[in-house]
Nanobody
């Protein structure tokens, strides 16, 4: 069964750090594009970071560059989002996403359940 399970969210003070984890099952993360999205209250879901199967990474917004890093551990079949120097505007539900294929090789997106990140003093 294809599944993504996020963890690592929580309450952190401004300037603090969190590392989110996304454990995958039913497919291999190193063979697929993996993404992190976030959705703040009242706002649309936005792309945070992407990791290609070749290992190339992209941080989507200038406001996150230099603070966020996406990576993976192939042995654990897990993708991470390291977030440093957190700001109140980073408060959101963070979702892991993968682009995989069904038995007919038709691509489709898989989503995790999300993990809440709250940045507040």
């Amino acid at each position: 069964q294809v599944q993504l399970v996020e963890s690592g969210g929580g309450l952190v003070q401004p300037g603090g750090s969190l590392r989110l984890s996304c454990a995958a099952s039913g497919f291999t993360v190193s063979s697929h594009a993996m993404n992190w999205f976030r959705q703040a209250p009242g706002k649309e879901r936005e792309l945070v970071a992407s990791l290609t199967s070749a290992g190339g990474s992209t941080i989507a917004a200038d406001s996150m560059k230099g603070r966020f890093t996406i990576s993976r551990d192939n042995a654990k079949n897990t993708v991470y989002l390291q977030m440093n120097s957190l700001k109140p505007e980073d408060t959101a539900v963070y979702y892991c996403n993968a682009l995989i294929e069904d038995s007919a090789n038709t691509p489709y997106h898989v989503w995790g359940q999300g993990t809440q990140v709250t940045v507040s003093s």
